[in-house]
């Protein structure tokens, strides 16, 4: 698909105003495999001049684009999807090469891209105005109408993390385009190749030139710059707590959504089927090696039910396969050197301060094998910090109240599952938890793609989710119909 684009197949351009441009400075950033260590690809190293280009294109194409009607809007979006679908290996083979993705969740990554793409087009097609009349409120007059509209915000940033470089690109560009918002879509580093061919596919599509504008480069080098730039309406960023809280101390008068880390707890009460719950929170915790920001991070349970569960999750763990991803492990190697160390130094501390490693926590090279740590205490770093990494730790608690008390005590709020039969205990527990999601008798997870997705605390601000996403990256527009003015 970008064969001849930028001359070696090797090397990617950024979109620039419908064009696939190189990068002024000449310099590109080379992205290694973090399956085999090859080259995946090189990626433009954007200098701020670019980034200037990239924005102020952005802006002269916002009255064009926010004056295409919705429809027709839409109809690029359904081509999206279908080329989307017809390029699904080729698109997940990179995804798989450049984030050690396996094959399978790849290919769900692109088709879930692709019904994102679909579903948000009909949603723009239901984005409605209302009018309020004036005599709703005490003092008001029948003869004053507010007739309130929908309106883009501008040119949204859009900054997307490496797990889900297209889906969770899409989860921004889509909704803002459809609201007839411009974007520049910077995607992570490592995640930019699978990300720019999002961006191909829009084009190829038939989305008017620098509607959609791609800046790549690393976000410790351009990252400050691009998001306090003046040219940006709305920043919607997903990423780690660290990064986003630097980016609102950042940007200042300019809206933002932030998607960031999680500490999700699933809570196993004594009455739970403990067969299902293992089930749910194995898939939960292990799943693209636990780099997911909604991944099961911890257990809170009672002894006596921990005593029966761990056997049931080490069964299910030690068939979990672990490797390559071109085979489908789905224990893979983590993004990189950095995250690996980052995970091992969790696991050493726990083991420091007593608690017992069941399974799993040894290393080769940055692919860790599956970790179930019991016997985790309120001291120790692993009940606390998110490892996004194969490692599930397990904090015996006393009661119900205690297992709540220690969820709400995470400095995170994302999600939280609770297993139980008991109905009342399952939305008392849920009514307690401060989280975005509460998931009853259920792994916690983002999808499906049209639920409300959001996090409290340091896990973010704003909601994501097709219409909840539309309705932040638009704003209304009242005007005020004055109807008795010619008589007065
Ligand atoms: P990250 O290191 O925070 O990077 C996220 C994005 O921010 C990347 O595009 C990165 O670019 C960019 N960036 C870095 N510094 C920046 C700066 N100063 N200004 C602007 N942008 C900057 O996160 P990650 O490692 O990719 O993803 C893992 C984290 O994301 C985890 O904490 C996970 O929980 C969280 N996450 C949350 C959700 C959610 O929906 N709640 C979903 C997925 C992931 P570079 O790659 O070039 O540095
Ligand atoms: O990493 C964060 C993603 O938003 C999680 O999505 O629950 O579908 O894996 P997921």
């Known amino acids: 698909m970008f064969q001849n684009i930028c001359g070696d197949h090797q090397t990617y351009c950024n979109l620039l105003d419908g064009n696939w441009v190189k990068p002024t400075s000449g310099d590109y950033i080379e992205i290694f495999s973090p399956v085999d260590g090859s080259l995946v690809g090189k990626v433009p190293a954007m ?81 409605a105005g209302e009018a ?64 720019l061919y999002l961006a191909r596919v829009m084009q190829e599509a038939g989305l008017p030139r620098g509607v959609l504008n791609t800046i790549t480069g690393l976000g410790s080098v351009i990252g400050d710059y691009v998001v306090t730039h003046p040219g940006v309406n709305f920043i919607n960023f997903t990423g780690s707590t660290e990064v986003g809280k630097h980016i609102s101390k950042l940007s200042a008068m300019v ?37 997911r920001c909604t991944a099961v991070k911890r257990i809170l349970t009672q002894d006596s039910v921990a005593d029966q569960l761990v056997p049931k999750l080490l069964s299910r763990i030690a068939k979990l396969q672990v490797g390559d991803p071109r085979d489908n492990a789905v224990i893979v190697p983590l993004i990189n050197t950095k995250a690996a160390d980052f995970v091992m130094s969790l696991i050493d501390d726990a083991v420091a301060k007593g608690a017992t490693v069941l399974t799993g926590g040894t290393r080769n090279g940055n692919l860790i094998q599956p970790a179930l740590i019991d016997h985790v205490t309120t001291d120790m770093r692993l009940a606390w ?15 119900m109240q205690d297992a709540i008390d220690i969820a709400n005590r995470s400095e995170y709020g994302l999600q939280s ?41 340091a896990s973010g601000m704003g909601t994501q989710g097709v219409k909840y996403a539309i309705e932040a990256m638009t704003r209304p527009k009242a005007v005020v119909f004055n109807l008795d003015a010619n008589s007065q």
């Open 385 to 399: 910090e998110e490892p996004f990494g194969p490692v599930l730790p397990i904090l015996r608690v006393k009661d």
């Open 47 to 127: 200098s701020r001049e670019d980034v200037d280009r990239a924005i102020a294109n952005a802006r002269e194409n916002l009255k064009n684009w926010a004056e295409t009607p919705i429809y027709e809007r839409a109809s690029i979006f359904y081509r999206a999807a279908d080329l989307l679908e017809s390029h699904a290996e080729e698109i997940a083979h990179i995804l798989t090469m450049e984030i050690a993705k396996d094959k399978k969740s790849a290919v769900y990554e692109v088709q879930r891209t692709a019904d994102f793409l679909r579903y948000t087009a009909d949603a723009g097609k239901g984005i």
């Open 132 to 195: 309020i009349n004036g005599d709703n409120f005490p003092g008001g007059s029948k003869t004053k109408v507010s007739y309130v509209s929908r309106v883009p915000l501008g040119t949204v940033l859009a900054i997307s993390p490496f797990n889900y470089p297209i889906n969770l690109s899409v989860t921004k560009v889509a909704p803002a385009l459809i609201g007839g918002n411009t974007v520049l879509l910077k995607p992570a580093t490592q995640g930019s190749i699978s990300a």
């Open 255 to 291: 809206p933002l959504m932030l998607e960031l880390g999680g500490k999700d707890a699933a809570i196993v009460l004594p009455d739970a089927d403990l067969d299902f719950a293992a089930d749910n929170i194995v898939s939960g915790a292990y799943a693209y090696s636990g780099q």
């Open 417 to 457: 599952s609770v297993f139980t039969k008991n109905i009342h205990d399952a939305f008392f527990v849920a009514s307690q938890l401060e989280v975005g999601t509460v998931q009853i008798n259920g792994k916690t997870e983002r999808g499906p793609d049209h639920f409300p997705f959001l996090g409290v605390k």
